[in-house]
C-alpha cells in the first residue's frame, strides 16, 4: 500500500531551499554490496568536510555468508535502511556504494512506518542519495514516500576519490537550493531535437529494467523526463533492456529522454546506433551523452523534481525549475 507523505507538494521542496546544512544528522548505509573500512572512513571523512554529522550504520562493513557480493543479510541491510531514515533526528540517508541487492529490501519494508518518518522537525523531507544500484530505492521512495531524492556519485566509491569534480558537484547539491540549476555535461549532444518539461525519473537502466512489474516502476501519470545509464554490459545487452522498455509500455507517458554514461559497456558508436534506432521515432527529444551515471566526472541528477529538456541541432538545455514555477504536473 502507498504511503505518500506528502505527494506533488513535496517535488518543490529543495528548489529554494538546500536540502542539508552544516550540523544536519546523516546517516551512511551500505543496502547493496560491501564496503572496506577503507571506503567507509574515507565517505565518513567527505561526509564531515561538509560540516555533516555523521552516523553509520551498524552492519555497514557486514559480509554475507553464502552471497558474495550482499553487505550483509537482506535483514540486516533493510534494518540498517528502516532505522536510519526513521531516526528522528536524521536529515539524510546516504549510501555509501552501490553493486548489487538494494532492490531484494524493498518487498520487507514498513512503508507505513518510513512515511510517518519521512519529514524532518521542520517540516521538509529527508533526503536520499545513491546511485547504481541504488535505483530501486529511489523508485521505490519516490512511489511510496513521494520525496525527492539525488542521484550522485556515492562517497565510498574511488570516482569520489578521485574526482574534485563530483565532490564539489556533489556538495553544491546537498547544501545549496536545486531550483534552476542547468545540469549539462562537457560531451552531451542532441540525438532527437525537441522540448520536454516533466518529473525527473530513472537512473541506472538494468535497474529500471529489472524492476518492471513490480508497483514502483509503473508509468505515473505525470510527463516524465526519463534519465539512463549504465555499465559493463555489452550493446546487445543494453538492446534487449531497451525492447524490454518498449515493449511493457513503459516509455508510454514519457516526455523526454536523457542518456548518460555508458562505462566499460563497448565502443559508444554502436550504443548511439542502437538508442536512436529504439527512441528516435518515439517523437519525443532525447539527449546523448549528458554525464550522470558512472562516468569518472559523473554529475549528479536530482529525481522526482520538476524540469525541463529542450534539445535541438544548435543548442541543449536541461534544467531542474525554478521555484514557484512547476505548475501544470499532475500524477505522484
Not at 546537498?174 to 552531451?188: K, M
Not at 526519463?226 to 515493449?247: A, K, P, T, W, Y
Request: aromatic share 6%.
Amino acid at each position: 500500500m502507498t504511503v505518500v507523505a506528502g505527494g506533488a507538494g513535496m517535488r518543490g521542496a529543495y528548489l529554494d531551499n538546500a536540502p542539508l546544512a552544516p550540523g544536519d544528522v546523516v546517516h551512511l548505509v551500505g543496502p547493496s554490496s560491501p564496503s572496506t573500512p577503507e571506503d567507509v572512513e574515507r565517505a565518513v571523512g567527505y561526509l564531515e568536510g561538509y560540516g555533516l554529522k555523521v552516523r553509520v550504520a551498524p552492519h555497514i562493513l557486514a559480509r554475507h555468508d553464502e552471497i558474495e557480493f550482499l553487505a550483509g543479510t537482506d535483514d540486516q541491510r533493510r534494518d540498517d535502511l528502516v532505522d536510519a531514515w526513521t531516526d528522528p533526528e536524521a536529515a539524510a540517508v546516504i549510501c555509501v556504494r552501490g553493486g548489487d541487492g538494494a532492490m531484494r529490501l524493498l518487498d520487507g519494508i514498513d512503508w507505513a512506518a518510513m512515511g510517518a518518518a519521512a519529514l524532518r522537525r521542520d517540516g521538509r523531507p529527508k533526503l536520499f542519495t545513491g546511485s547504481s544500484d541504488a535505483t530501486a530505492l529511489h523508485e521505490a521512495l519516490r512511489f511510496h514516500l513521494g520525496v525527492p531524492s539525488l542521484f550522485c556519485p556515492m562517497v565510498g566509491n574511488d570516482v569520489f576519490r578521485d574526482s574534485s569534480l563530483i565532490r564539489e558537484d556533489v556538495g553544491r547539491w546537498l547544501l545549496e537550493p536545486w531550483g534552476g540549476r542547468r545540469i549539462v555535461g562537457p560531451v552531451a549532444q542532441t540525438m532527437v531535437p525537441g522540448r520536454a518539461h516533466g518529473i525527473f525519473r530513472g537512473g541506472n537502466l538494468s535497474r529500471v529494467v529489472g524492476a518492471l512489474g513490480a508497483p514502483e516502476a509503473g508509468v505515473s501519470g505525470a510527463p516524465e523526463i526519463l534519465f539512463l545509464e549504465d555499465i559493463g554490459e555489452n550493446v546487445s545487452h543494453l538492446d534487449g533492456f531497451m525492447v524490454q522498455l518498449v515493449r511493457s509500455g513503459r516509455l508510454d507517458g514519457v516526455a523526454g529522454i536523457v542518456l548518460g554514461s555508458w562505462t566499460d559497456c563497448g565502443d559508444p558508436g554502436p550504443i548511439r546506433t542502437m538508442m536512436a534506432d529504439h527512441l528516435s521515432g518515439l517523437g519525443i527529444p532525447v539527449l546523448w551523452e549528458q554525464g550522470f551515471g558512472h562516468d569518472p566526472d559523473a554529475l549528479s541528477i536530482p529525481l522526482n523534481v520538476p524540469g525541463v529538456l529542450d534539445v535541438d541541432e544548435g543548442s541543449v538545455e536541461l534544467r531542474v525549475d525554478d521555484a514557484g514555477a512547476s505548475g501544470g504536473i499532475g500524477g505522484i
